[in-house]
């Protein structure tokens, strides 16, 4: 479904800032995309060599291991659309910050699209997702959609 809410096709340039176990690498593939990675733990990484579903996506893609806000202030690409899928808010506060969120600016197109997974926060009272387009839209991201069975935001570079 990523794929397909970003309007991936053959060359576009994609940044996964989150690799995880590859599924939704797989779609950007299958989609034509180009796909330059991140991935902090190599554990998940050795994990994903022995999933049916993705082993031979490594293959397929640059994958780059560190810290995605280490990682993306470094690049240099500039890419087309960005899929933006981090561990929850209580484990990696940085990933949903405006620094970053200008980190990505910086490594994008005029035109990119952003699919950013912000979950199902455990703290109820508050409006999590209203938080984190906020910050998106201070660091230079303007809205576009807010998915909000699927828990995410789409965004396009301001």
Not at 59 to 82: H, M, R, S, W
Not at 145 to 158: D, P, T, V, Y
Request: a positive charge; proline letters at 3%.
């Amino acid at each position: 479904r990523v794929a397909q809410l970003l309007n991936v096709k053959a060359g576009d340039n994609v940044l996964e800032t989150c690799f995880g176990l590859g599924y939704v690498t797989r779609a950007l593939l299958n989609h034509g995309a180009t796909v330059t990675s991140i991935e902090r733990e190599e554990g998940v990484i050795e994990l994903g060599k022995y999933n049916p579903w993705t082993a031979d996506v490594l293959n397929k893609i640059q994958l780059i291991v560190g810290k995605a806000e280490d990682v993306v202030p470094q690049l240099t690409q500039q890419f087309d659309k960005i899929v933006h899928d981090p561990p929850r808010f209580s484990h990696a506060q940085i990933l949903y910050s405006r620094k970053f969120y200008k980190n990505l600016i910086r490594v994008s197109t005029s035109n990119t699209l952003l699919y950013h997974y912000v979950g199902y926060p455990l703290h109820y009272r508050r409006n999590f997702m209203k938080e984190v387009k906020k910050r998106l839209e201070d660091s230079g991201w303007r809205v576009i959609k807010e998915w909000k069975k699927g828990h995410a935001l789409i965004a396009q570079r301001a």
